[in-house]
């Protein structure tokens, strides 16, 4: 499909373990986010990417917690050595920069992660 | 100054009421104004956004009705449908680059039939 792409739709691991969750945005779309949804809560900002530039990390709850992003392709979040408190649905959004701009982020369905 | 707040938690409307959600911000950079709806199991989906150039925006049963001074907006359901039960995101960043949008926490409406 044409839409934002995120795998694995579920994932549960053990806690210390390290997970990848991955990424790929529309097409052309240069800029890419990363959040957090915990159950019942909001949608907490990780990351964001931008093209060529540095990303912006002052999302990242912690040192645990690294993204990558090739060019303006796939983008992976990776997660070490996992606690509990990172059990949540992690959301990737993508979104057009340039020309006519709306501003609007279209999400993945996210990536739900489970610490046991 | 970063923080959306987004009220109430949840909400149930009868079918062909009106729903409305609150939100109040502190930031006074910020210049954009969306609001999200995400189904179970779906990512959120843009609904609606305003800018504060104008104090309503209507785009078929759904408003926004933007304060500037008060620093508020709320989204407007009218004739709300069971179709409509989902949660519901306000957002704000500012229109200049758009690098970050901060979420409110969510309201999770349900319409009864």
């Known amino acids: 499909g044409a839409g934002v792409s995120q795998s694995p739709s579920n994932k549960v691991t053990e806690k210390g373990k390290d997970v990848e969750l991955r990424c790929d945005p529309i097409?052309?779309?240069?800029?890419l986010y990363w959040y957090r949804q915990r159950l019942g809560q909001g949608l907490e900002f990780l990351i964001y990417?931008?093209?060529?530039?540095?990303?912006?990390k002052s999302g990242l709850p912690s040192d645990r917690f690294s993204a990558e992003r090739t060019g303006e392709s796939v983008s992976t979040l990776t997660i070490q050595r996992t606690q509990q408190e990172d059990s949540a649905v992690y959301l990737c959004a993508s979104r057009k920069t340039g020309g006519y701009n709306t501003g609007e982020l279209f999400f993945g369905e996210g990536s739900r992660l489970t610490v046991l | 100054q970063q923080q959306v707040k987004q009220s109430p938690q949840s909400l149930i409307v009868q079918k062909g009421g009106i729903s409305i959600i609150n939100c109040a911000y502190e930031n006074t950079a910020f210049d954009y104004f969306p609001w999200y709806q995400q189904f179970p199991g779906k990512g959120p989906a843009l609904l609606i956004a305003i800018r504060p150039d104008v104090s309503e925006k209507k785009e078929g049963r759904f408003t926004i009705s933007f304060n500037k001074s008060a620093k508020q907006f709320s989204l407007h359901i009218m004739d709300s449908q069971p179709g409509d039960s989902a949660t519901y995101f306000c957002a704000a960043s500012t229109a200049r680059g758009y690098s970050t949008l901060t979420f409110g926490k969510g309201t999770m409406l349900l319409v009864s039939p």
């Open positions: 990417f931008q093209g060529n530039s540095a990303p912006d």
């Open positions: 097409s052309g779309h240069t800029a």
